[in-house]
């Protein structure tokens, strides 16, 4: 097979791998957040390498509902967060959408967990737009490249050491 056909193959692979698997997900149009909020910056946007981090917290808080890759699960009404529809959302109303939750609709609250470790979620959350778009083309960082560079952390409030998860 030549090399276009094999990048071809792998292209069509991974975007079959990366598909939604809540692809149906309508945000609440009820659930938003304030101007202030959706206006407030992520103060580790200059940190991407703490996503790693916040991958961690995801896998601990949120996998159950989302699925690792975020795509969500169908039969827990969770949001893609793939999905081009949280995508365009604002860090802060990601922000604010993980702090006070939609109980209504099965999202719950995660005030409890330190506002750093939150805003490193919403770090996390950015990479999966990546992962879903690497599938046409689009650049994405690996993964692990921010695993590697984890290393030159300094708040004791942010995760950077391995969690075990049972
Ligand atoms: C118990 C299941 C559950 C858990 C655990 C959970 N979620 Fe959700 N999440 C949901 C559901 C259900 C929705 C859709 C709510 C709706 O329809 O309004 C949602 C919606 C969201 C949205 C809104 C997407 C949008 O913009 O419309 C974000 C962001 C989100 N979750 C992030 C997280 C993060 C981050 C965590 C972990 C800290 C988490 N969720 C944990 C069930 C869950």
Redesign the pocket.
Known sequence: MSKIGVGSVLAAFLAASSFAQNPH????LE?RPPTQSQTRENPLAARPELAAGGRK??VR??A???GRDGAGLEK????D?QLA??QQ?SDG??FW??TN??AK????S?SK?PELQ?WQ?VLY?RTLKARAESGSGAKSQPPIAAFQSAAALTSCFLISTPIRIP
């Open positions: 997900y309508q945000p609440d659930w917290l995801f808080n949120c159950e509902c989302h827990k009404h969770s949001a967060l529809v949280v959302e109303a990601l959408k993980i939750g939609n609709r099965g999202m719950p995660f967990i939150r979620i959350v």
